[in-house]
């Protein structure tokens, strides 16, 4: 595989970044997610905005425009013959001299941008869609600005890693008795025609894939509820679902081993799914 990083494309196995990055020792350092389908990006613009929202809110200098980084996302995809996957981008506050607490001077340590591409034939017509997924519920431990997207993914990680001790697939995070989001997603159920999901905030991640759900939502006469929820109005739901640039509209069958709807995925969030997938493929770039 082909990989970028600062300015040139590579062999990933010739692919360097300084032992003194910020983002290796401080997890100073953020990153996107954007999928392709049929060789083309998934809502690209709403990534590269959110990318310079979380390098602004973080004081971090650019590594180049939105337009450049577009030009990489597609010569990636090209090189690697991309036609169902992902491109991770990740940018970092660079490498200075030594290890320091204080932000090095942008004038003299330039930002890190590292972009990759991930392979996944099936992705549109995961057949894990069809089943759906069982989630449990943890505690939110993560600090207080989740609306930044930084690479500081460990308890995420361990979160996944208690759902699958668990037997489950992914876990839901919980904060004052409210559901904040899921490791690597955002949480939704849906009751009668109603969708609710937690409003926006610095407690959660801006979905790039919930704002167009929510949308889509809306134009086919859904109704939308922006507001806090607990496991049990969960459990107590018709269906379930989490979105994502990697799942697109997944849907939960299982709340912390309470069933939804039989246990199979029910009919909205399985066609919320194909208008996601349908009207995004249309504006894909
Ligand atoms: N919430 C968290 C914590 C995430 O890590 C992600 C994606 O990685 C999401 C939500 C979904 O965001 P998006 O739809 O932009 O992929």
Redesign the pocket.
């Known amino acids: 595989r082909t990989v970028y990083v600062n300015g040139d494309y590579l062999p990933e196995t010739e692919a360097k970044v300084s032992i003194f990055d910020r983002a290796f020792l401080m997890a100073d350092g953020v990153y996107?997610?954007t999928s392709v389908l049929g060789g083309k990006l998934i809502?690209f613009e709403?990534?590269a905005k959110?990318l310079q929202r979380s390098l602004d809110e973080l004081d971090m200098p650019s590594p180049c425009t939105m337009d450049e980084l577009l030009e990489i996302h597609r010569e990636l995809v090209k090189i690697n013959e991309i036609d169902e996957g992902m491109v991770y981008l990740q940018v970092t506050r660079g490498a200075p001299d030594d290890r320091d607490f204080v932000f090095p001077d942008p004038e003299l340590v330039k930002p890190t941008l590292v972009l990759f591409t991930q392979n996944k034939p099936g992705l549109a017509d995961n057949p894990v869609a069809k089943k759906g997924i069982k989630v449990i519920s943890i505690e939110d431990v993560r600090w207080g600005r989740?609306d930044i997207?930084t690479v500081q993914?460990l308890y995420?990680s361990m979160g996944k890693m208690m759902a699958k001790k668990a037997g489950a697939d992914d876990a839901w995070m919980v904060e004052d008795g409210f559901v904040t989001?899921?490791?690597?997603?955002?949480a939704y159920f849906i009751k009668g025609n109603k969708i609710v999901t937690r409003a926006l905030s610095n407690d959660?991640?801006?979905?790039?894939?919930?704002?167009a759900v929510l949308r889509f939502a809306k134009e086919s006469q859904m109704e939308v509820e922006e507001r806090n929820f607990t496991i049990e109005e969960a459990q107590q739901a018709d269906e379930a679902f989490i979105?994502?640039?990697?799942t697109f509209v997944m849907p939960v069958v299982e709340i912390d081993g309470v069933s939804l709807g039989g246990g199979v995925p029910g009919p909205r969030a399985a066609r919320l799914r194909e208008i996601y997938l349908e009207e995004s493929r249309k504006v894909a770039v």
């Open positions: 996107e997610v809502d709403g990534h959110r989740r997207k993914l995420p989001e899921g490791t690597s997603n955002n959660i991640l801006h979905g790039i894939t919930r704002a979105t994502s640039a990697s």
